[in-house]
């Protein structure tokens, strides 16, 4: 089975701080990717990545950086967290079909 | 600018009844149009996916059903059951693999 792993369920933090969050997939997965859900907008993409140290801009990437140093890993990196980044986000590999892992449920405070 | 539309938001169907999502896109572009469910404190995860050149699949009580012309695909739900009420994303891919989302439904399925 695939899995994607998220190193956090819930994170709290304060306006301004930098937030690191942390993804590691199992499959050998090229393609890595990162959204945020939000209740009736669905799921946006931030960032996604095709190789190790390649990176392409999504749909909302303002506000976000992300990194990805090893294929098995992509960072998203709120550079100064703001309320309105209060959300879920989900990371995503995928060789066509997008697995997901459990998410994490970031509130900013 | 939202790509894929989905309708309704929510959804609540009786045990045994037919649960039907609808979901419109605009770019020509997506090669691939996935179905995504998800029950509460999980990711998404695939459910059922189809090809532009294919006007319906089926897989157990869930179908598509897809109309290439109208630029519109939907989901059936047969004999919907209390297990099925989760949230379900339409979604479509680009060529490549960039995918695109809806809204999202949430559906309730009375016992």
């Known amino acids: 089975d695939v899995k994607v792993t998220q190193s956090s369920r819930y994170l709290v933090k304060r306006t301004g701080e930098k937030v690191f969050l942390e993804c590691v997939q199992d499959?050998?997965?090229?393609?890595m990717f990162w959204y945020r859900q939000d209740p009736g907008l669905g799921l946006r993409l931030i960032y996604f990545?095709?190789?190790?140290?390649?990176?392409e801009k999504g749909d909302i990437p303002e506000g976000y950086s992300v990194s990805r140093e090893k294929k098995e890993r992509f960072s998203l990196i709120l550079e100064s967290a703001s309320t309105n980044q209060t959300s879920m986000y989900l990371c995503?590999?995928?060789?066509?079909?997008?697995?997901f892992g459990s998410g994490t449920q970031l509130s900013v405070l | 600018q939202q790509q894929v539309k989905q309708s309704p938001q929510s959804l609540i169907v009786q045990k045994g009844g037919i649960s039907i999502i609808n979901c419109a896109y605009e770019?020509?572009?997506?090669?691939?149009f996935p179905w995504y469910q998800q029950f509460p404190g999980k990711g998404p995860a695939l459910l059922i996916a189809?090809?532009?050149?294919?006007s319906e699949k089926k897989e157990g009580r869930f179908t598509i059903s897809f109309n290439k012309s109208a630029k519109q695909f939907s989901l059936h739900i047969m004999d919907s059951q209390p297990g099925d009420s989760a949230t379900y994303f339409c979604?479509?891919?680009?060529?490549?693999?960039?995918?695109?989302f809806g809204a999202g439904t949430r559906l309730f399925v009375k016992a």
């Open positions: 770019n020509t572009a997506f090669d691939y």
């Open positions: 995503a590999s995928s060789h066509g079909t997008l697995f």
């Open positions: 499959m050998d997965h090229e393609n």
């Open positions: 189809i090809r532009p050149d294919v």
């Open positions: 979604a479509a891919r680009f060529i490549g693999f960039k995918t695109i």
């Open positions: 990545s095709y190789d190790v140290k390649m990176k």
